[in-house]
């Protein structure tokens, strides 16, 4: 008891009693994970083998030996998700503050379509991919049907390349738009009215306002909404298994697609350990790149 009750507020100990829960926390879920990847990713692993032969980077070197298949798809796959990230993050983050500025004005019914935008968050991705993916079928989905009823000829959205990211990409923005339409919406209602009351008495237009004072008060929710688009996007999976399987010929399969077929339909799981590690690597060192490049817009906007 006096040991405890000589830990009062300027005993350094203290802070680190603190610290211990969140310590052992990140070292069961983060450190240990990390670890075990990287273990697992240099030993040949056979869950029926009584042994696992260290191999080191044998796994990492043919993964960056273009002429083996892993090689070929993992980068295809890699480049791929490099296009929909590259195509959907405009969209989410154009279209989310269109709809936020629209509906921050006081229009008619503007609670009941606040609601209907973000609706579409709050279902799973297996819900979101079959609704499309019925949506957008080359024979009998509702898109060509109506197209056939009003004497335009079908699209084979599924079955022909670069089409079939059509309804991936549609699919990802009316699911996603609604949450980024939010954040918008919130940190548009921290800006002080007064500043565009001061700015109309000096006579500035619309867009004037918009350039000078919104766009840059925005800039903070936009870097936020900017990094957990992209990471968010770069982690494509249920979208294309689901709607297309990845196909045509493998034209819609993404990074996380390719990584786990190679360990639960190829049982290579330290390949796919592998890929995996690269993968989280390229991932981190993008959002590095892009919270730099964001934070220094944020800080000259803000000046």
Do not use: C
Request: glycine share 4%; hydrophobic share 55%; proline share 6%.
């Amino acid at each position: 008891m006096r040991r405890f009750a000589s830990l009062d507020s300027e005993n350094p100990l203290v802070a680190y009693l603190f610290l211990l829960p969140h310590a052992l926390l990140f070292l069961a879920f983060v450190v240990y994970p990390i670890v075990s990847a990287v273990s697992l990713s240099m030993h040949r692993y056979n869950p029926l083998a009584k042994e696992e032969p260290f191999i080191g980077l044998l796994f990492y070197q043919r993964l960056f030996d273009f002429s083996t298949p892993e090689a070929a798809n993992f980068w295809r796959s890699m480049a791929q998700t490099a296009f929909f990230t590259a195509v959907i993050v405009p969209i989410l983050i154009a279209l989310a503050l269109f709809l936020a500025l629209l509906l921050q004005r006081p229009i008619l019914g503007r609670g009941a379509f606040r609601t209907i935008f973000f609706v579409p968050t709050v279902l799973s991705v297996s819900v979101i991919a079959i609704l499309w993916r019925w949506m957008s079928a080359d024979q009998f989905g509702l898109v060509n049907v109506v197209l056939l009823d009003i004497g335009l000829p079908s699209i084979p959205f599924v079955t022909r390349e670069w089409l079939a990211w059509i309804p991936i990409i549609v699919s990802t923005t009316w699911w996603t738009v609604g949450f980024n339409m939010t954040l918008y919406l919130a940190a548009l209602a921290s800006i002080p009215e007064t500043y565009y009351e001061a700015a109309e008495l000096d006579g500035a237009s619309p867009w004037g306002r918009f350039r000078h004072i919104t766009f840059p008060l925005l800039m903070p929710a936009t870097l936020f909404v900017a990094i957990t688009t992209v990471l968010a996007s770069l982690q494509l999976y249920g979208q294309s298994q689901l709607i297309t399987n990845g196909g045509p010929t493998r034209s819609t399969q993404s990074a996380m697609m390719v990584i786990t077929e190679q360990a639960f339909t190829n049982h290579q799981l330290s390949s796919a350990t592998a890929m995996s590690l690269v993968f989280g690597i390229v991932l981190v060192v993008f959002a590095a790149f892009q919270f730099r490049l964001m934070s220094s817009r944020v800080r000259a906007a803000s000046r």
